[in-house]
C-alpha cells in the first residue's frame, strides 16, 4: 500500500493506492468532503451514507485518478457540484 499527500487550494487530502492482483489496483483520495474512488467501489454505498462520492474508473494510480474523468458521482457530490466528465482534480478541488 502507497499513500500520497495530495495539496489543493491549500489544503490536504490523502491519497492510497493499493495493488491488488492481476495487475489491478484499489485507488482513492480522501478529502475534507468526500472521496473520489475507483471503479472497484460502488457509488450505490456512497448513496445509502449520504458520502460525497466521485468515481474515476481505468486508473491504478493517484495522478491517474486526478486527470481522468469522473464517470459516476453520488447525490451529495452532484450537489457540490461535482459533475460527470470533469477531471478528477476538478473533483477534488471541490471537495477539499
Known amino acids: 500500500m502507497q499513500t500520497k499527500e ?3 487550494n491549500g489544503k490536504i487530502a490523502e ?3 493499493i495493488p491488488l492482483q492481476n495487475n ?3 485507488v482513492l ?3 475534507a468532503k468526500g472521496f473520489i474512488m475507483c471503479g472497484y467501489l460502488d457509488i450505490s454505498v456512497a ?3 449520504g458520502n460525497c462520492a466521485a468515481i474515476v474508473k481505468g486508473v491504478k494510480t493517484v495522478d491517474e485518478m486526478l486527470q481522468k474523468a469522473v464517470v459516476s458521482v453520488s447525490d451529495n457530490a452532484s450537489k457540490l457540484g461535482i459533475k460527470e466528465g470533469m477531471s478528477g482534480m476538478q473533483a477534488l478541488m471541490l471537495l477539499v
Request: zero cysteines.
Open 47 to 49: 448513496n445509502k451514507f
Open 24 to 26: 489491478g489496483a484499489l
Open 29 to 31: 483520495i480522501n478529502a
Open 6 to 8: 495530495i495539496k489543493v
Open 15 to 17: 491519497g492510497v493506492e
